[in-house]
């Protein structure tokens, strides 16, 4: 029973794939991939000498496999090439390894019992029920409901079993669907704007970002005035008491951080704004508040965090020209 379940571990542990990563530490998966395979071969030496060897160690051993597979699942980026050729290294010298062990113990075999067993299996057939392992879609283990539970491991993985960037991980266990998040975005300082984002990029990682928020105000001036009512080139304003905003902000930017389930997204972008405010004279001409406007480069940082198909974004976009800052919030739905 152990030395096949060992088997089963032996398929797991050298099934082929490549890697993608950025932020995991592909050393330190392939010291514990590394350790994982050593203490299989440990452990099919005891059995093979005949040592007892208890069922915690054995799945003990089965979950420190499964917690790398989940490791790997959720990793991110690529190895290097080095990295490449450790883990083809210690999953050929694995693989060597056990085949050495499983030859040795077939030459070891005594032929009078195994002519035994052959004959108890021709008067007691054995039923098997089949069970799809979730992760190797091509790995099968037959499981005979026999008073002693075997595990029968196929030599082989099938044709269909598919190579993904990350190692023990199939394609079917990794999405990377386009996606699109379209947002219905206000923010507010001194007046209301509204407007739109959009964000792309594949899950669970999203790749940029395009923003746009207006009051819907783009009224021009005739000339300007500072603050405390004096006009630039000399005069005193004079005015009847209307007021209005000009402001228009467009940016773009990148995810610069997402969570491995793709809930939560930070970006960071720039863009170009106007944020002007005037005043209207007694005449009827609007006069530009020089020092209560500007126009040049914003600074946007956003956040998304998502709940199925909605999505929120708080935003904070900033001019440093004339240090005017707007917060806002979006509504977004995935699609």
């Known amino acids: 029973m ?12 050298i099934s082929p794939a490549y890697v993608m990563a950025q ?35 054995v799945t003990s051993l089965l979950q420190e496999l499964s917690q790398l597979r989940s490791t790997l699942q959720n990793a991110s980026g690529s190895m290097t090439d080095e990295q490449k050729k450790r883990f083809a290294a210690i999953r050929d010298s694995y693989s060597r390894t056990t085949s050495s062990q499983e030859s ?7 032929p009078a ?7 108890q299996e021709h008067q007691q057939p054995i039923i098997q029920k089949t ?45 990377h669907d386009f996606e699109l998040e379209a947002y219905i975005t206000a923010g507010y300082n001194r007046n209301l704007v509204f407007g739109g984002m959009i964000a792309v990029g594949r899950k669970p990682f999203r790749s940029g970002f395009i923003s746009i928020l207006t009051n819907g105000s783009l009224k021009s001036s005739d000339y300007s005035c500072l603050s405390n009512g004096n006009i630039q080139g000399g005069g005193v304003f004079w005015g009847e008491g209307s007021v209005t905003d000009n402001e228009l902000f467009i940016t773009g930017g990148l995810s610069v951080w997402s969570n491995r389930s793709g809930i939560v997204s930070v970006y960071l972008g720039t863009g170009y704004g106007i944020n002007e405010h005037l005043w209207r004279d007694i005449s009827g ?3 530009v508040v020089s020092d209560l406007s ?19 974004s708080p935003s904070l976009i900033y001019m440093p020209s004339t240090n005017y800052l707007l917060p ?8």
């Open 294 to 312: 500007g126009r040049g480069i914003v600074i946007q940082a956003a956040a998304a965090f998502r709940f199925n198909h909605v999505a929120l």
């Open 104 to 110: 040795t113990a077939e030459t070891d075999t005594n």
């Open 23 to 57: 932020n995991t530490d592909w050393d330190k998966v392939l010291d514990r991939y590394e350790d994982i395979c050593g203490q299989c071969i440990t452990l099919r030496d005891r059995i093979v000498s005949g040592e007892p060897v208890s069922d915690r160690a």
């Open 2 to 13: 152990k030395r096949a379940v060992l088997s089963l571990i032996a398929l797991l542990l």
């Open 285 to 287: 001409k609007w006069a």
């Open 131 to 175: 069970v799809q392992s979730p992760d190797l879609s091509g790995l099968e283990i037959t499981t005979p409901t026999t008073s002693e539970q075997q595990i029968i491991v196929p030599s082989k993985i099938g044709t269909d079993h598919k190579i993904t960037n990350n190692p023990l991980v199939t394609e079917s266990t990794v999405s």
């Open 113 to 119: 019992k195994t002519t035994t067993v052959k004959s």
């Open 328 to 335: 806002s919030i979006g509504l977004g739905y995935s699609f």
